[in-house]
């Protein structure tokens, strides 16, 4: 048994923002193909997604970096992000 952290449906999520909610479903299609056939990743035989409100994630983080936002990385500082990722992962 493996357990791997998120490389392929990660870069799924992120990519699927830069399109339109229209050229979701094609998508996904296409980067099974080019992630686990093309390249020959090793194709998950399960995916744990674990939702949390990015509302509550920055709640989180405020509290980890003791208030100091800067600490935040480029995507832990652009909510409007965080929600639209979020919104390709439960697609």
């Known amino acids: ?7 392929a449906p990660s870069n799924l999520i992120h990519q ?4 339109p909610k229209e ?4 998508f996904v299609t296409w980067h099974a193909d ?3 056939d093309k390249l020959a990743l090793p194709r998950p035989d399960q995916v744990i997604y674990l939702d949390m409100d990015p509302d509550v994630s920055q709640k989180l ?9 800067s600490k935040k990385d480029i995507h ?5 992000y965080l929600k639209h990722c979020r919104e390709t992962a439960l697609f």
């Open 1 to 7: 048994s493996v357990c791997c952290d998120r490389y």
């Open 23 to 26: 050229a979701w479903e094609g």
């Open 76 to 80: 832990e500082k652009d909510v409007a």
């Open 16 to 19: 699927m923002t830069k399109l």
């Open 61 to 69: 983080m405020l509290e980890r970096y003791a208030g100091n936002t």
């Open 34 to 36: 080019f992630e686990y």
